[in-house]
């Protein structure tokens, strides 16, 4: 079994800035791709950011304000979020795409963490 935990939401004010974390442990082979989700009250849970290989993807409304990185060696992704709006206000949780053994992959979620960006 794998199990991602996420860390480093909270309370922020407009303009702020948080660095959310989410490091993946258990039955690990190796990790395809990592990404960063986030659902805001009555809204369908959209992709933020994901990462595979050196390569990232955001979306369009997070764009030149938050960077997703990866630290293989720790199994971990983390997502600094800069400028941060309102509008960002969501749980966040990562995911992540491992292959538990040379021919086995499976889709791993983590429990979520809030932030809340509010003055």
């Known amino acids: 079994q794998v199990q991602l935990v996420e860390s480093g939401g909270g309370l922020v004010q407009p303009g702020g800035s948080l660095r959310l974390s989410c490091a993946a442990s258990?039955?690990?082979?190796?990790?395809?791709?990592m990404g960063w989700f986030r659902q805001a009250p009555g809204k369908q849970r959209e992709l933020v950011a994901a990462?595979?290989?050196?390569?990232?993807n955001y979306a369009n409304s997070v764009k030149g304000r938050f960077t997703i990185s990866r630290d293989n060696a720790k199994n971990t992704v983390y997502l600094q979020m800069n400028s941060l709006k309102a509008e960002d206000t969501a749980i966040y949780s990562c995911?992540?795409?491992?292959?538990?053994?040379?021919?086995?992959?499976?889709?791993?979620w983590g429990q979520g963490t809030q932030v809340t960006v509010s003055s």
């Open positions: 990462i595979t290989g050196g390569n990232a």
């Open positions: 258990g039955n690990i082979f190796r990790i395809f791709a």
């Open positions: 995911n992540a795409d491992v292959y538990t053994s040379i021919n086995t992959k499976n889709i791993y």
